[in-house]
């Protein structure tokens, strides 16, 4: 019925609430059949699978004091447990009524660690603690121990305690009290499946239609980000139900924005993907034609260029001089095309060079010449680092950035090339930064602890970055700065290691998951390419940012201050990073002598 | 030479201390070859690797904030670690001067990690910061971010960053200024393998030799019990170095008592087994022999069993009465011959059944029943849990308890053969309980991580209970009582399951490595047998305590509410125990559904 209203599924306890039982261990012991709920004959084995989620009867108390209470809360929980999984229902929901639900969480984890048993979990919480507002009036005269009234935390011990459960779900259950915006954020770095809105905070507007305020629709939208499910819950206080839904339903919708990034992104969210090598393994084809589709990148580029050129060459010398420029790794020739339009506009001759190691991009090029450019380029088919020509170049382009700015080792190719680089000469990019901020994810810890490779280190899986699309998380503090790298680099003796120690503030009580890192990068003066946070340049998709992970999370506390260490170490061979936190809790260095990951010269 | 003078090592700077060296990057890089120190050849190969701690050059600052100290320090380490290990030095030694050297633990830690390095470390720290005096003078003034003084952050930071790697040893250096009690307290949580006394802390006796004050000699004698290794350091200030050696050695044998504890414990420190499972497996004689030994026990079983006859048959009714004395676990017969010689005292009349399921001891109770026992013992070679009697018992006697009271298994075994008891008759023990207290312990949380085990999951050895002779230990609260069993069990229901949630006040900053777990036994009334701290059985040895370890190593702080979860289940088959903490940072369930390790019924 509720399918036919348009329903994707409903919520529903599946034992009947006024059959309350009285199980004694001996029956329980002896099997002896109960006949209290619902026959499985009622739906289809598919409909059950697919439609419903199983409501544990509401007064299962196995946290109980009362001894009695506990014992028979226990047997009625694994009872209902398994009838879930004989119906084969997808998920089932409890409720968290505060912090102490410590045997509950070690009960279904039991439940879910055993074989054949397939039922998930959404463990819903309310937004705000219902007693939040009667405690704060009479906390002076508070002598009691109080539990704590932060909800997160109540969800914190309880998946702690479960061991970062991957079948454990978040329903968060929308209150009429609106939460702070910090402690939402905090929950986006949480496994949410689901928001459960209450049909009594709905208001009623001008033409008698449901809408809800503007803080709530804030928070819908903030959740909506993360691909949840919606549920209605409690009488029908308006006309229809269905105009709960229809309202949802456009608030959902009008979460999603039209940024070409999200467009870009999507499917890919949270996703875990290897850092590239292109250094040692050749682009495909397809990757270089993603990433030639970026509406801004080349812009920028091209940009950046064009101010050069003119800074390069006064207007009345633009006759007598041509400029030489050196796309180094110019792989199927965007950079080339970017150079050249510049040259166009700035009215400045230029002869570029497009050097590129990958053969199969060569092909491209030499094709885009024959059919182009003519003349006005010369096609190298040599790695950049082994060319040797007589010329010197005014400018050098070049897009060897990864996520974290140098992990593609963008330094040492640009430091073996920069003795091709005339004087005067001008590197773009001209220079970079890396840039950290430490993170909350549980769906990144999650994945991560399951990237286990029997042929690597047994701790690799923890000491490599990923590139990803980060949604699914909570930014603890604010980005920070890390590695610098200029070019062309006049040091004396050229050193690419860095270390640094980073302080962070922490403003609230959470968990460290490990690191968000990302990039910054002056192409020519202010022209800047970006995707740090605080300068993204708008709509540009050519990177997600890195996540550098930490083996075991660390709970860190309001007021805590978290001093993290980073590394880019060097050998002849390899460059890599390791890492660490020295306080507010110790964590052992990661990636030892880039044991696990490192970037191959 | 100072082997010839009976030193057993010298600790001495491997580089001069005036060939202070500039090194250059590009040196290194093109390994040049450097001649600033004693060639290898001043010393045999043996005497290098027997006699000699290695100490890096002082001046090393691998951390410092300058760039240039900090590249050549750099440098320097790696050199001087190579050649210690050219050199097959044992040990490497350097000091600690604050709680900022996470670059010093990367790079040992790294140096560690890498193949061919066989060299270990003592990482010196003094017990005081020679700063903490001056500081408190101007706390009040101070503006700037204060470095911790308490030295034992210095080295949590230190071997936190360096993975717990168990190559970094303590060499804690003896100060003017006494830290308190409760700070060697926890040094004796720590892998502390060397004591340094500088002779300028010695005060004169009346006959003009070096002693130490009485404070200095607790911290002494508290250290000793470590195994530890003394270092005198400084010049001489009396008129024979030798007179140092003397006064510690003497200092160090007096500080070994003559407990037989202790003396049977020797050997077994810190080292951990596995709980036995006399249930699933039969004893060996030499196990038997060895509990056999037990000074204390069976005088305080015999005395147990001495008051219950007497309380049980009234003299004037002596000569009519013969007391049913059922000994079940008989073993080799320890607890008949108690019986017997209980009888005796009392002057009462006894049949004593020697019930054993291992047929191996049953020979043994044979035996001495052809030769002494006779008629007033009868030997029944049966599992007692099948064992059907039509004769009832006045006293059952058992010694079923493991390090934990109830961890082998004594309740089930127990309510197994209590309907053989007469509805006046005794159990002997009536009752015990299980203690535990959080602790601190760097070695065994070491140990266990090395103690994988390829055919059982991947946890198992962190979710296994172990009996261990705990030394190298710090207690971080009070013990307190956990569970606790009766006999005979006059419930209605039968209940071994048992759940405890205890809270620990944590005094001092500290890590929590795990639990340890003891018991205490009323024999009969006021006959206590105990290994608990509190009341422990003077000279009993029959038990060490048992350890339960956590995966992670906690850093709780000053004033933190540890909350702490135990569990004993049981199902048809098996019984174990599940251990997790909800505060301050909530840990996962250990062992869930006895996964990693239970007892088998």
Request: hydrophobic share 35%.
């Amino acid at each position: 019925m509720s399918s036919q209203a348009g329903y994707d599924f409903m919520c529903v306890p599946i034992y009947h609430p006024r059959m309350k039982r009285e199980l004694l261990v001996s029956d329980v012991h002896k099997r002896r059949p109960t006949n209290l709920t619902r026959p499985d004959f009622v739906l289809t084995s598919n409909d059950w699978n697919r439609l419903v989620v199983g409501k544990f009867s509401p007064w299962i108390d196995v946290d109980s004091p009362d001894a009695q209470i506990k014992e028979h809360s226990e047997l009625v929980l694994q009872q209902e447990m398994d009838y879930f999984s004989h119906l084969g229902l997808p998920v089932m929901m409890f409720r968290l009524k505060g912090g102490n639900h410590v045997n509950l969480a070690r009960l279904i984890y039991n439940k879910f660690t055993s074989l054949h048993f397939n039922c998930s979990a959404w463990v819903v919480v309310p937004l705000e603690s219902p007693v939040t507002t009667a405690i704060s009036y009479y906390r002076s005269d508070v002598t009691e121990e109080v539990p704590s009234e932060d909800t997160w935390e109540w969800w914190n011990v309880f998946r702690s305690v479960a061991n970062y459960n991957k079948h454990f779900n978040l329903a968060l259950e929308l209150s009429a009290d609106i939460p702070s915006t910090a402690n939402i954020e905090r929950w986006l770095g949480e496994p949410v499946k689901c928001l459960i809105v209450p049909t009594s905070i709905f208001l009623t507007n001008k033409k008698g239609y449901p809408v809800l305020s503007k803080a709530h629709q804030e928070v819908v939208k903030a959740l909506a980000k993360l691909n949840i499910q919606m549920v209605i819950q409690g009488n029908k206080r308006h006309e229809d139900m269905n105009f709960y839904v229809t309202y949802l339903d456009h608030l959902y919708k009008s979460s999603v924005s039209d940024d070409p990034l999200q467009t870009f992104g999507q499917g890919y969210e949270d996703f875990l993907q290897c850092p590239l090598q292109p250094l040692m393994d050749n682009l495909e084809s397809q990757t270089y034609e993603v990433f030639e589709k970026d509406p801004v990148k080349y812009n920028l580029y091209q940009k950046a260029i064009y101010h050069a050129m003119l800074d390069m060459v006064p207007t009345e010398l633009k006759t007598q001089k041509t400029l030489t420029v050196m796309v180094v790794g110019a792989g199927r020739g965007p950079l080339v095309r970017a150079s050249l339009n510049a040259a166009k506009l700035s009215d400045r001759n230029v002869h570029v060079y497009a050097v590129e190691k990958n053969p199969n991009a060569v092909v491209t090029l030499l094709a885009q010449k024959e059919d182009m450019w003519g003349d006005k380029v010369t096609v190298i088919s040599s790695d950049m680092r082994q060319w040797n020509p007589e010329e010197k170049a005014d400018i050098i382009v070049s897009e060897l950035l990864g996520s974290f700015g140098d992990n593609e080792l963008s330094p040492e190719c640009l430091d073996g090339v920069q003795h091709l680089l005339k004087e005067t000469g001008i590197s773009i990019p001209q220079s970079y930064t890396s840039y950290i901020s430490p993170m909350q994810s549980s769906k990144l810890h999650n994945d991560v602890n399951e990237c286990t490779d029997k042929t690597k280190h047994p701790l690799a899986h923890y000491e490599t970055p990923y590139v990803v699309n980060l949604q699914n998380i909570y930014t603890l503090a604010p980005t920070q700065s890390l590695f610098t790298f200029i070019h062309p680099n006049l040091d004396e003796v050229i050193d690419n290691r860095r270390s640094e120690k980073l302080n962070f503030e922490i403003k609230k009580n959470c968990i460290l998951h490990g690191f968000a890192g990302f990039f910054s990068c002056v192409l020519y003066k202010d022209v800047i390419m970006s995707i740090a946070p605080h300068n993204h340049s708008p709509g540009m998709f050519s990177w997600f940012p890195i996540y550098f992970p930490i083996k075991e999370p660390v709970h860190l506390r309001s007021g805590d201050k978290l001093s993290v260490y980073f590394w880019r170490l060097c050998s002849d061979k390899k460059v890599w990073y390791e890492w660490c936190i020295s306080g507010p809790v110790p964590v052992p260095v990661h990636n030892p002598g880039g044991r696990s990951y490192y970037i191959g010269l």
